[in-house]
């Protein structure tokens, strides 16, 4: 402090020199803290990790319900042909061993296999075929699914159906499309080869 300071304070109150040197000292703390950018890595982190964090799982998530697709497409495929052939129908295969034996192993072990629901059924003619989502009030509805084998030359569609949880779903509910799941389905469509001289569509 100058000669010239030391003499202007030693005019004043003691109590105006106090509030002075504490001005003082708290300009110099404020300057010191502004010029500090330690901590600025941090927080700026901190605004970005949640946004990112939230667009790198919903990215994970749609490649996960991608990849389970095309499982089903596959399970789906592998199954159907056993229908196609007639095995199923000559080897009298009930809804429960379908399900269990043949669809159950073919999706790779990558589903819960008592959340896959078959939905197998026969017509006589393509235009006959209604395929409407068995949903109802929003939830999976059992009841709209049912399983039919037709003889040869008969039309089926086999579809297989999965609900999947989605537990990301960033800014809209474009994953979505049964309440906070996603109903996966696959289905095959296809004419029974002729394995048998007799038989006929149920």
């Not at 950018?37 to 949640?50: K, L, Q, Y």
């Amino acid at each position: 402090m100058s000669a010239v300071e030391t003499h202007a304070m030693s005019e004043l109150p003691l109590n105006q020199i106090g509030k002075r040197i504490l001005r003082s000292k708290f300009a110099r703390l404020v300057r010191r803290f502004a010029r500090q950018d330690r901590g600025a890595t941090a927080i700026e982190f901190g605004m970005v990790a949640m946004p990112f964090l939230a667009l790198t799982f919903a990215i994970l998530e749609t490649a996960i319900i991608f990849f389970a697709g095309q499982t089903l497409e596959s399970a789906v495929q592998n199954s159907a042909r056993l229908i196609l052939t007639g095995q199923a129908q000559t080897g009298g295969y009930s809804s429960g061993y379908f399900h269990d034996s043949v669809v159950c192993p073919n999706s790779a072990g990558f589903f819960d296999c008592s959340k896959i629901y078959v939905d197998v059924k026969s017509y006589t003619q393509f235009g006959d075929i209604s395929q409407t989502p068995p949903v109802t009030n929003g939830a999976f509805d059992q009841t709209k699914i049912g399983y039919s084998l037709g003889g040869p030359g008969c039309i089926q569609v086999v579809t297989v159906y999965y609900v999947w949880p989605v537990y990301v779903s960033l800014l809209s509910d474009n994953l979505s499309n049964m309440g906070n799941n996603r109903l996966l389905s696959a289905s095959a469509v296809f004419k029974n080869e002729p394995y048998a001289t007799t038989g006929g569509c149920s």
